[in-house]
């Protein structure tokens, strides 16, 4: 996941060392990021000077990282024959001239440096805590394996699964439909302020304040959802339920947020959980180890939600 995404950031070709390189550094970031007491009552922040000083450490450490990443970029744009390895299009492009409102420059180094971290950590774990979670449900519930096996071989028949065949595949999209319902990575989609007095939910938000939403209770709130405990693919296969995933007709679940500043990886993200869970049950079939039919369901939050016990799993090769 995380290769994928550095190499549609930077395009350009990196090394196992480097990759490796990078990758510490961005779980520094996340760490460095932990939400703390000064975050929200800034009257503190002298008590967390040292916490601060790690900060800036791991904040120095991530502009000395990205920035020869950039740099070697821009010359591949300038200079076309310069690295043959580059690839045509990559997200730094897009903000190497992006026009900024109020503002005369393009965003200099450092802000792209930030540009590029949010890039792949907004979009690294989010993905993988989806596949983990996938499997876990699918070795929780051999029937909903199978099913979505069958599925498979009925569409594709023996060729590799890619992204055209996700479409025809309804079985497919509804079990990542509720495996996003019911274990959307994050709790917490980002923080959000009114910029005007508003309602929400009865309540009077006035303005500045920031606004917190816990994606699970909506997505399992028994007041729009049918048995909502339940990991059940087949209520939106049968038809039974529905939600907009976007939330522009409605709000019923939002693993992505909603709104102006909804994930901007949607798309790809969807698509990538969806294809890499197809190819995993397509090539095998999940077990669970060391006992068959068990998972241990419990969550512990890190930057996303991920199983309490990592998942372990049997894997047998399809015949
Ligand atoms: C299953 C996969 C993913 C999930 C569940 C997910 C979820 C989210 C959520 C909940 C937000 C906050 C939205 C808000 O507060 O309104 C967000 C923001 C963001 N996501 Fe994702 N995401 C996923 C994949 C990705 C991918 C693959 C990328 C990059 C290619 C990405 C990049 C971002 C960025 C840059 C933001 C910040 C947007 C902003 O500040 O306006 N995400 N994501």
């Known amino acids: 996941m995380f290769c994928i995404l ?9 090394d196992e060392e480097s990759i490796e390189k990078v990758d510490q550094m961005m779980k520094s970031v996340l760490i ?6 000064d975050d929200f009552l800034p009257l503190l922040s002298p008590f967390f000077y040292k916490q601060r000083k790690i900060v800036q450490k791991v904040r120095k450490q991530q502009i000395e990282t990205l920035v020869p990443l950039i740099e070697k970029r821009r ?25 900024i ?59 590799k699964i890619d992204e055209k065949d996700i479409e025809n595949m309804p079985y497919l999209n509804a079990v990542v439909k509720e495996l996003l319902r ?6 917490f989609a980002l923080t959000h302020a009114v910029t005007e007095p508003a309602k929400l939910g009865g309540y009077d938000i006035p303005t500045g304040t920031n606004v917190e939403f816990f994606l699970p209770g ?39 947020g909603a709104g102006r500043r909804i994930c901007p990886g949607m798309g790809i993200g ?22 068959n039919g068990k998972v241990d369901l419990s969550e512990k939050l890190e930057f996303t939600v991920v199983m309490k016990n990592s998942l372990r799993a049997k894997i047998k090769p399809r015949a």
């Open 6 to 14: 550095l190499a549609m950031c930077f395009g350009v070709e990196m």
């Open 32 to 37: 460095a990021l932990d939400p703390r007491l």
């Open 75 to 99: 010359k591949s744009i300038q200079n076309p024959d310069s690295d043959k390895t580059a690839a045509s299009f990559s997200y730094l492009d897009t903000l190497f001239n992006l026009q």
């Open 101 to 159: 409102e109020g503002r005369k420059s393009s965003p200099l180094d450092e802000e792209i440096v930030t540009l590029c971290s949010e890039f792949l950590n907004g979009g690294t774990d989010t993905s993988a805590t989806a596949v983990e979670w996938a499997a876990a449900r699918l070795i929780e519930n051999q029937k909903i394996q199978s099913k979505l096996y069958d599925e498979i071989k009925t569409t594709v028949g023996e060729k």
């Open 182 to 187: 019911k274990h959307p990575p994050t709790y």
């Open 218 to 256: 909506i997505s399992e709130d028994p007041k729009i959802w049918a048995d909502p405990e339940k990991f059940d693919p087949d209520r939106f296969y049968m038809g039974r339920e529905d939600a907009d995933i976007t939330g522009v007709t409605g709000v019923k679940m939002m693993p992505f």
């Open 270 to 291: 969807t698509v990538q959980v969806t294809l890499m869970l197809a190819r995993m049950v397509q090539e095998f079939e999940w077990l669970g180890y060391p006992d």
